[in-house]
């Protein structure tokens, strides 16, 4: 039924949950592809990162810093961001081959992202954690939220 299939994912335990049922519906069908998407702004740099002199420039404004150091923190932060997003989906998060885990680096707003990513891959259903890292308790997150105003495809919220 769905063929492609969008979890974003945080880390979350409702998150983990959204990836593995997507599992499950990707089971059901041979062809299909699972995207996990890791949404991180493009505007945080991490206060321990440092420039190629050694200079730190956590903290500062990325519109002061070089276009190549920014670059390389932000490649080191995407390979960080994927090792630990590996590590949270487990050993055997890819064991059937249809897995693909991408970390996109965005000005906009998670929930726009999400959908902009979806629209983009073609897929035709998005599932997601209720609420993700920072969410209220018991409540629905706003990520998850502005993803189900926005998204023209199906969206499954779990938890």
Do not use: C, W
Request: no cysteine.
């Amino acid at each position: 039924m769905f063929k492609n299939i969008v979890v974003p994912f945080d880390g979350s335990d409702h998150a983990l949950a959204a990836f593995h049922l997507a599992q499950e519906f990707a089971a059901a069908e041979p062809d299909a592809k699972i995207h996990v998407i890791e949404i991180e702004n493009a505007a945080y740099i991490d206060p321990s990162s440092t420039s190629d002199e050694g200079i730190p420039v956590g903290g500062v404004p990325v519109e002061m810093i070089d276009y190549d150091t920014y670059r390389k923190i932000m490649k080191s932060r995407v390979e960080k961001i994927r090792h630990e997003a590996e590590e949270d989906l487990g050993p055997d998060y890819n064991k059937d081959g249809n897995v693909d885990i991408e970390i996109v680096i965005s000005a906009s707003a998670p929930g726009k992202s999400i959908v902009e990513f979806a629209e983009k891959k073609g897929a035709d259903l998005i599932i997601m954690g209720r609420r993700g890292l920072g969410a209220f308790r018991g409540m629905i997150g706003s990520v998850s939220m502005s993803v189900l105003h926005e998204a023209e495809i199906p969206v499954l919220t779990v938890k």
